[in-house]
């Protein structure tokens, strides 16, 4: 697929219902880097009953701040609407709508009983004048009404733009705090957005290259706790683990999942030399991928399982090679001027996004996987370790500060290159690896 995959996204169902055919439908056009954002609207919900009145608030806010930090919305502000929505049942006055240019209308309402929460919500084509599909309801609790609020705005991106949906996901990465030469790293998930964080290890240890399974509910990382690096296995909810791989006189990094969660990918070094390595999770059985006198890292699998890209310096210097997932030949993708590293297979399986350094500056970047349309997306100091989100559209990576502090931070940034912005953590964050969305 081009790198222009986003040209135009029309005003569309996931379940193919479609708008009048007198109607001019909404669009979003996008070409490389040069968006007009969509205007929509997006009153509070409704409270009706006692005590859903602050969640109602908050979850309408979630949903407007996920819209609209896609880049591809911007929320017009509620001091300009000349209607208010008092009842979810209540006719939409579209010419009230239309007057102050809001293309998309998002109303909702929330009811509590208890500790369940219910939210009812619907998406309007303001200009076509009509509902998109039927209004769809959620059930929840008080706890969770925060991934009740991604689920509204997944249902009204999707329905926007026709994409997959990537809100109700959350992000592993490596916490850092402490002066640069002493710092203290710990496991640590959270919302794609950066709320409700929570560590999964103590600072005891270093802890490198966190990674999700396909199902979300493990993590594999690499500790130094026994002072030389091993790969362990985390269950997300219990936090328990165990050492996946451990041999004596070797040293094990980089691990990645295949698409079925069966087998984990891995780099191993001994005597001086890397090589990739095959591991069935359940088994311990192990096939050796690679055997060449260089250094063999950073492997990540196609959608389908099929293929490993990694990273090599068997030409002489730090670049991308794709081979099948049984091992073999490897074909050379990298082409440019600069060394190449961190490759990651993006979920649609068309691209695979990359650090760069080439004249003193970091870049991510994407390419085809047969190396064309490279595409180099930032440009700072120092960043490494791109993660796709669930649908393939956005890239989160890590960016240092330069000088004695060096601060790492959390960016993301849309596959155009456009919507560049930090991601809010508590303290330094570095290595994130994003997940499938959540079940």
């Known amino acids: 697929m081009s790198m222009r995959i986003w040209g135009i996204l029309f005003f569309a169902l996931l379940g193919a219902v479609p708008l009048a055919a007198t109607a001019e439908p909404l669009r979003i056009e996008i070409t490389d880097g040069v968006i007009e954002p969509l205007p929509f609207a997006a009153p509070e919900f409704v409270p009706e009953n006692g005590g859903s009145g602050q969640l109602a608030a908050d979850i309408a806010r979630v ?219 359940s088994t311990g059985s192990e096939q050796r991928l690679t055997s060449a006198p260089s250094i063999e890292t950073s492997p990540s699998f196609s959608p389908d399982g099929s293929q490993i890209v990694f990273e090599s310096d068997r030409s002489g210097s730090q670049q991308i090679y794709i081979m099948s997932a049984s091992g073999g030949e490897a074909r050379r993708i990298s082409a440019g001027a600069g060394r190449y590293g961190t490759p990651v297979w993006s979920p649609r399986g068309d691209l695979v996004a990359f650090t760069k350094q080439s004249k003193g500056r970091f870049h991510i970047g994407v390419m085809r996987t047969d190396g064309s349309g490279e595409k180099l997306l930032t440009a700072s100091f120092l960043e490494e370790g791109p993660t796709w989100s669930p649908n393939g559209r956005v890239i989160m990576f890590t960016r240092e500060t330069q000088g004695a502090s060096g601060r790492s931070s959390l960016y993301s940034v849309d596959i155009t290159g456009r919507n560049l912005k930090r991601v809010t953590t508590e303290g330094g964050a570095s290595d994130p690896s994003w997940s499938p969305l959540q079940k």
């Open 63 to 281: 949903v407007a701040a996920d819209l609209a930090g896609t880049g591809l919305f911007r929320e017009i502000d509620k001091t300009a609407f000349i209607s208010q929505v008092s009842s979810f049942s209540a006719p939409v006055q579209y010419a009230d709508w239309k007057a102050i240019n809001a293309q998309a209308l998002i109303t909702g309402a929330v009811s509590v009983a208890g500790e369940k929460v219910t939210v009812k919500f619907r998406v309007y084509d303001v200009f076509a004048g009509q509902e998109l599909g039927s209004g769809l309801q959620l059930a929840g609790t008080k706890a969770g009404w925060r991934r009740m609020a991604h689920k509204v705005a997944d249902t009204v991106y999707s329905r926007i733009t026709g994409e997959g949906a990537y809100f109700d996901s959350r992000v592993v990465y490596v916490a850092e705090n402490g002066p640069k030469n002493a710092r203290k790293k710990r496991l640590a998930i959270m919302d794609y957005d950066g709320a409700n964080v929570k560590y999964l290890t103590d600072s005891k240890a270093i802890v490198l290259a966190p990674r999700f399974s396909p199902t979300g509910d493990r993590v594999l990382y690499t500790s130094y706790e026994t002072g030389f690096p091993r790969i362990y296995v985390l269950d997300v909810e219990s936090v328990g683990r165990r050492v996946l791989q451990s041999r004596e006189g070797t040293t094990s990094f980089a691990p990645r999942f295949s698409p079925d969660g069966r087998r984990v990918v891995y780099s191993q070094e001994s005597g001086g030399n890397s090589d990739l390595y095959l591991m069935d999770v």
